[in-house]
Protein backbone atom coordinates (compact mmCIF):
# COMPACT_ATOMS: atom_id res chain seq x y z
CA UNK A 1 0.00 0.00 0.00
CA UNK A 2 1.11 3.16 -0.71
CA UNK A 3 1.58 5.20 2.16
CA UNK A 4 3.45 8.77 1.55
CA UNK A 5 4.98 10.45 -2.15
CA UNK A 6 7.15 12.94 -1.15
CA UNK A 7 9.79 14.53 -3.47
CA UNK A 8 12.88 12.31 -2.70
CA UNK A 9 11.01 9.12 -2.35
CA UNK A 10 7.21 6.96 -2.17
CA UNK A 11 6.78 4.53 0.82
CA UNK A 12 4.88 1.62 0.89
CA UNK A 13 3.86 -0.62 3.06
CA UNK A 14 3.63 -4.07 3.20
CA UNK A 15 1.49 -7.00 3.49
CA UNK A 16 3.35 -7.70 6.65
CA UNK A 17 3.65 -4.14 8.12
CA UNK A 18 7.49 -3.80 6.92
CA UNK A 19 7.87 0.23 5.50
CA UNK A 20 9.73 0.68 2.23
CA UNK A 21 10.80 3.36 1.01
CA UNK A 22 12.02 3.78 -2.99
CA UNK A 23 13.65 6.57 -4.13
CA UNK A 24 11.66 8.22 -7.06
CA UNK A 25 14.69 8.64 -9.11
CA UNK A 26 14.20 4.50 -9.31
CA UNK A 27 10.33 4.90 -10.12
CA UNK A 28 10.14 7.89 -12.58
CA UNK A 29 8.87 6.18 -16.17
CA UNK A 30 7.95 2.36 -14.48
CA UNK A 31 5.26 0.82 -15.00
CA UNK A 32 3.48 1.05 -11.14
CA UNK A 33 0.67 -1.04 -10.23
CA UNK A 34 -0.73 0.16 -7.59
CA UNK A 35 -3.77 -2.37 -5.94
CA UNK A 36 -5.21 -0.12 -3.05
CA UNK A 37 -7.29 -2.89 -1.57
CA UNK A 38 -7.78 -5.92 -3.79
CA UNK A 39 -5.02 -7.62 -5.63
CA UNK A 40 -5.18 -10.39 -8.84
CA UNK A 41 -3.98 -13.81 -7.66
CA UNK A 42 -2.71 -15.59 -10.82
CA UNK A 43 -1.79 -19.86 -10.39
CA UNK A 44 -1.75 -22.17 -12.52
CA UNK A 45 -2.19 -26.21 -11.85
CA UNK A 46 -0.41 -29.16 -13.95
CA UNK A 47 -2.84 -31.86 -14.17
CA UNK A 48 -3.19 -35.47 -16.30
CA UNK A 49 -4.63 -35.15 -19.93
CA UNK A 50 -6.70 -38.18 -19.01
CA UNK A 51 -8.49 -36.01 -16.38
CA UNK A 52 -11.98 -34.72 -16.90
CA UNK A 53 -11.25 -30.77 -17.44
CA UNK A 54 -15.22 -29.77 -16.61
CA UNK A 55 -14.80 -31.67 -13.71
CA UNK A 56 -11.44 -30.06 -12.38
CA UNK A 57 -12.55 -26.32 -13.32
CA UNK A 58 -15.96 -26.97 -11.02
CA UNK A 59 -13.88 -28.37 -7.91
CA UNK A 60 -11.56 -25.10 -8.10
CA UNK A 61 -15.04 -22.93 -8.59
CA UNK A 62 -16.20 -24.79 -5.51
CA UNK A 63 -13.07 -23.36 -3.99
CA UNK A 64 -13.31 -20.10 -4.72
CA UNK A 65 -16.91 -19.67 -4.26
CA UNK A 66 -16.72 -20.96 -0.59
CA UNK A 67 -13.93 -18.83 0.49
CA UNK A 68 -15.13 -15.35 1.85
CA UNK A 69 -11.59 -13.48 0.72
CA UNK A 70 -12.53 -14.30 -3.22
CA UNK A 71 -13.72 -10.51 -4.23
CA UNK A 72 -17.26 -11.69 -5.89
CA UNK A 73 -17.30 -8.54 -7.67
CA UNK A 74 -14.51 -9.28 -9.77
CA UNK A 75 -15.62 -13.16 -11.31
CA UNK A 76 -12.76 -15.92 -11.10
CA UNK A 77 -11.48 -16.84 -14.26
CA UNK A 78 -10.77 -20.95 -14.40
CA UNK A 79 -9.38 -22.68 -17.98
CA UNK A 80 -6.97 -24.03 -19.70
CA UNK A 81 -4.19 -22.08 -19.53
CA UNK A 82 -1.57 -24.05 -21.38
CA UNK A 83 -0.34 -27.64 -22.21
CA UNK A 84 2.55 -29.69 -21.20
CA UNK A 85 3.85 -33.46 -21.52
CA UNK A 86 1.26 -35.33 -20.37
CA UNK A 87 -0.98 -32.89 -18.99
CA UNK A 88 -2.41 -30.07 -19.36
CA UNK A 89 -1.67 -26.36 -17.37
CA UNK A 90 -5.45 -25.11 -15.48
CA UNK A 91 -4.91 -21.33 -14.98
CA UNK A 92 -6.61 -19.43 -12.01
CA UNK A 93 -7.17 -15.78 -11.55
CA UNK A 94 -9.20 -13.92 -8.50
CA UNK A 95 -9.34 -11.21 -6.50
CA UNK A 96 -8.36 -11.29 -2.47
CA UNK A 97 -7.39 -8.45 -0.33
CA UNK A 98 -4.44 -6.62 -0.93
CA UNK A 99 -3.32 -6.42 2.30
CA UNK A 100 -3.64 -10.83 3.30
CA UNK A 101 -2.71 -11.58 -0.32
CA UNK A 102 -0.59 -14.16 0.39
CA UNK A 103 -2.12 -15.82 3.58
CA UNK A 104 -5.24 -16.12 1.43
CA UNK A 105 -3.25 -17.46 -1.45
CA UNK A 106 -1.73 -19.98 0.62
CA UNK A 107 -4.64 -21.01 2.18
CA UNK A 108 -6.46 -20.97 -1.19
CA UNK A 109 -3.81 -23.02 -3.08
CA UNK A 110 -3.88 -25.50 0.22
CA UNK A 111 -7.81 -25.45 -0.32
CA UNK A 112 -7.31 -26.60 -3.84
CA UNK A 113 -5.02 -29.28 -3.19
CA UNK A 114 -6.94 -30.65 -0.75
CA UNK A 115 -10.55 -30.71 -2.78
CA UNK A 116 -8.45 -31.72 -5.90
CA UNK A 117 -7.55 -35.11 -4.13
CA UNK A 118 -10.89 -35.41 -2.45
CA UNK A 119 -11.74 -35.23 -6.75
CA UNK A 120 -9.91 -38.43 -7.37
CA UNK A 121 -7.72 -35.80 -9.50
CA UNK A 122 -3.93 -36.21 -9.49
CA UNK A 123 -1.46 -33.44 -10.02
CA UNK A 124 1.01 -34.01 -12.83
CA UNK A 125 3.87 -35.17 -10.74
CA UNK A 126 7.55 -34.10 -11.72
CA UNK A 127 7.48 -35.91 -14.92
CA UNK A 128 10.95 -35.03 -17.28
CA UNK A 129 11.20 -36.09 -20.41
CA UNK A 130 15.10 -36.13 -22.00
CA UNK A 131 16.31 -36.08 -25.53
CA UNK A 132 18.50 -39.26 -25.86
CA UNK A 133 21.42 -39.09 -27.93
CA UNK A 134 21.13 -40.30 -31.24
CA UNK A 135 23.30 -43.38 -31.74
CA UNK A 136 23.38 -44.36 -35.39
CA UNK A 137 26.76 -45.37 -36.94
CA UNK A 138 26.43 -42.32 -39.56
CA UNK A 139 25.55 -39.67 -36.82
CA UNK A 140 28.25 -40.99 -34.87
CA UNK A 141 31.05 -40.78 -38.03
CA UNK A 142 29.20 -37.23 -38.86
CA UNK A 143 29.97 -36.05 -35.33
CA UNK A 144 33.52 -37.04 -34.89
CA UNK A 145 34.42 -35.53 -38.11
CA UNK A 146 36.31 -31.70 -36.72
CA UNK A 147 35.34 -28.34 -38.68
CA UNK A 148 38.98 -28.09 -39.88
CA UNK A 149 39.55 -31.70 -40.65
CA UNK A 150 36.62 -32.03 -43.21
CA UNK A 151 37.64 -30.84 -47.22
Known amino acids: ?31 VVYSEDKRIVESRIAIGDAQDIDQVIETLRGVLESDDAVDTNWPPQIGVHDFTIGGVIIGLRFWVPTKSYFQNRYAL ?33 QQSISPTSAS
Open 1 to 31: MVEDVKLPATVLRGEDGEKITIPNKEIVGQV
Open 109 to 141: NTAFLKALKAAGVPLLSGTVAVAAPDLSANNEA
